[in-house]
């Protein structure tokens, strides 16, 4: 099967050079043409993911070869392209930068696996004739790679850049498509975890607009569209995937969800606090039957009927207060899992079932599934690609078995020494850390009866066994209670 994907890859020479403003500024573009835009992203980044995926008004999906095989994803990308006018992909840190000198899973690694243009943003700060030398070297460094065009960013005025322009298409040989003056940036506000995500972001839409109008002033809009739209071919065969576009498109269901049973309930706390998933791990539940059902752990009062609950990453300690003050919804979720209710959670999912967040020397009750305390520092405690060992029985996965994911998280565990306690009270580590660092002593992967909590991120298109665990338990559990 062969087909043509309009799609740009927005790369950058290093993390903050523009890369998230210039894709959001195409994307709000492109839609106000009315054109469909499917947003990607390249690296294990939620917050901008959101972003992207608020401008499009469309999900926007993760392209990390690290956490998910080229077997698919090539075919996640055609899947989820094939109605869109043109696909935006975000990179992440520099262009080559990778996981070894060979730039293992980099953006330029994703770029020619997917075939696709590169439009690269450059930071020219203090720097003129300089850039064309470094865009001359990013254009040898790998004949394989399609670098289309050159956006400028952080100008300081006219002579800035008609020296580095004239200097580009001289040297180079490919057209700067725009330059973007330096600009004041309370419209994208950081926090330690990078932007602040658009949930919490009170002038989102405002943000976002204000990227169109940049874009539309100084970039040549309709030269990178007319740049997407020669992206060449892109093919599945046998050879390259062992998905089919069939399977892709009807991915069969499993036999409780054909008859008997029928279809099971898969809670998602999903709020301002939780914000942290991939839309894919969504579609992996759906494609075996299952029904999301999204809840609230600020607003609700108790859990509603589900066969199994996930809970994702976020910023509860941005909201520890309010987590802490509804009481109720903490007493419905610690009756559910005493019941057996399957409960799989990653990062501030697993803060938010320890015993309390301490920030600021002041203590906010969680949950109180696992004895740990955990507090917010003002370091990273983890970050970067992780890979565990799953070293004894849990609910969800085999033992023996290897996953791939990643943590990135400022919160750390203060009582180490209540593990003491776990045999008496049944609590267990089901990882060991490969690679990362886990939550204590390089162990990860806290379980409790049908609960297993992690500081690891996984993506359902790289870890299978994650959804396949998580129904079997969902359907255990649904069948024990009627």
Known sequence: M??????IIVAGLKGGSGKTTLSLGLIAVFRKKGMKVIPFKKGPDYIDGGWLSTAAGNPCYNLDTFLISESRIIPSFMKHAE?????????NRGFYDGM?????HSTAELAKMLKAPVLLIVD???????????ISGIQ???AGVEIKGVVLNYIAGSRHESVIRNSV??????PVLGAFPRMKEENFPERHMGLVPFQEHIGAQKAIDKALEITEKYIDVDAVLKIAKEAGQLEVSGQRSAISNQQLKNPPLPPFAKGGMGGLRIGVIRDS??????????EEIEAKGAEIIEISALKEKSLPDIDALYIGGGFPETHAIALAENSDFRDSLRKAVEKGLPVYAECGGLMYLGESLVIDDRTYPMTGIFPFRFSLEKKPQAHGYSIVKVSGGNPYYKKGAVLKGHEFHYSRVINPEAASEFNERNIYFAFGMKRGEGITDKLDGLCYKNVLATYTHIHALGTPEWTSGMIKKAEEYKRNKT
């Open 273 to 282: 606090a939780f914000q942290f998933y991939y839309p894919e791990n969504f």
């Open 2 to 7: 062969k087909s043509k994907y309009p799609r």
């Open 169 to 174: 298409e001289k040297y180079c040989k490919i």
């Open 100 to 104: 070894d000198e060979q730039g293992a």
């Open 124 to 134: 020219c700060t203090k720097a003129t004739r300089t850039i064309a030398a470094i």
């Open 140 to 142: 040898k460094f790998d």
């Open 83 to 91: 109605t869109a006018d043109i696909a935006v992909i975000e990179g």
